[in-house]
């Protein structure tokens, strides 16, 4: 899953295209983005259809109402904040809270979560799943923050069902020079990695 924070509206087009041909299916809008609502909806409207697209930073109720509006298919937090994930739950939105400590984990999936994102990943690495997954083998981890191409493949070795990248690939200097194809081959490249 990419995740995109804090993207200018002209970048959204190109962006999206470059995404869409990179074979990645999954795409998270940050909610601390200006406009974060309206990036989401826009995404949706260019994709028709081929990118699934969630929120995160979701940190209040009205975050999450906003970004449900806009057509977001799920919710990312980066803590467990329960009054947003027992909405998720009730309703049926796949719902991914952050954690690091196993009691984090475990609370986060006690809660409902569809999946807990472990974050961040970086600072711990792929053989910390490794050790959460062996008490908590039933618990599904998202791998967040600091997955490259160098790590992605052990991440899901040592037991992550996922992994979101952001900045690594979704570089400012990129986005600003509107070097978009190189986004995508970035993007291509964490695929093959992974691959």
Known sequence: MGILRGIEKDSIEPLTEQIILSGLKTIEV???????????????????????????????????????DAGATFIVLPVLINDVVEYCVKNDIPVFPGALTPQEIYDAWSAGASMVKVFPAKLFGPAYFREIKAPFDDIELLACGGVDKNS???????????????????????????????????????????E
């Open 30 to 68: 940050a909610m601390n983005t200006k406009g974060a609502a309206g990036i989401i909806s826009r995404i949706n409207n260019l994709s028709k259809g081929r990118l699934t697209v969630g929120a995160g930073t979701v940190l209040t109720s009205a975050d999450l109402h906003s970004a449900l």
């Open 152 to 194: 992605i493949k052990e991440f899901f070795a040592c037991g992550a069902s996922a992994v979101a990248f952001g900045t690594s690939i979704f570089r400012k200097d990129l986005i600003k020079g509107s070097r978009f194809e190189e986004i995508r081959k970035n993007i291509e490249s964490l695929i093959s990695a992974y």
